[in-house]
T-cell receptor, first 111, second 115 residues
């Protein structure tokens, strides 16, 4: 069983702050890691992925990966109320094509 | 591209009835996934296909659930007979190996309520 653990929420930050979302995974064979955002009542939406150790930046979002520690994170800079959603971490398992989803962290950004 | 298409968007049925959910993946994608999402259990993978062939159905709850993919552009998930505990949102997703990884794209989901 591939385990994916995300920091328990809900996480609440003020507008303009940095939101930090964390994820650990058990499958050492995982090579790619995806972050999805899911608004209430909507389907998960891919926001970014990372497959190399280190940081990957895309606008206000930065994904960080440390394969040795089996840890991946997502930082959201200058958080906006529109970022309020549940964020799902999904490592790609050693089985080609399959993603393993965490339970998600609910983020609320208050004005 | 139209994205992943699912129908119906909402389904309300009585216990014991047969329910069929439908999915059209993104054209050119060779993987198709069926997920179920509830507050209690989160997002669960039920079954997935590669090139129309079921690869892993270990997430299918029981024999009441079945899935088919007769061609590359269509899949169904059937529940017969349905039970109240099947109430959930069912998502279909598709993917292909693009840029070295398998990004999955989700459909809008089908909200199933079994009374």
């Amino acid at each position: 069983q591939k385990e994916v653990e995300q920091n328990s929420g809900p996480l609440s930050v003020p507008e303009g702050a940095i939101a930090s979302l964390n994820c650990t995974y058990s499958d050492r064979g995982s090579q790619s890691f995806f972050w999805y955002r899911q608004y209430s009542g909507k389907s998960p939406e891919l926001i970014m992925f990372i497959y190399s150790n280190g940081d990957k930046e895309d606008g206000r979002f930065t994904a960080q990966l440390n394969k040795a520690s089996q840890y991946v994170s997502l930082l959201i800079r200058d958080s906006q109320p529109s970022d309020s959603a549940t964020y799902l971490c999904a490592p790609e398992g050693s089985t080609l094509g399959r993603l393993y989803f965490g339970r998600g962290t609910q983020l609320t950004v208050w004005p | 591209d139209a994205g992943v298409i699912q129908s119906p968007r909402h389904e309300v049925t009585e216990m014991g009835q047969e329910v069929t959910l439908r999915c059209k993946p993104i054209s050119g994608h060779d993987y198709l996934f069926w997920y179920r999402q509830t507050m209690m259990r989160g997002l669960e993978l039920l079954i997935y296909f590669n090139n129309n062939v079921p690869i892993d159905d270990s997430g299918m709850p029981e024999d009441r659930f079945s899935a088919k993919m007769p061609n590359a552009s269509f899949s169904t998930l059937k529940i017969q007979p349905s039970e109240p505990r099947d109430s959930a949102v069912y998502f279909c997703a598709s993917s292909t190996r693009g840029g070295g990884s398998y990004e999955q794209y989700f459909g809008p989901g089908t909200r199933l309520t079994v009374t």
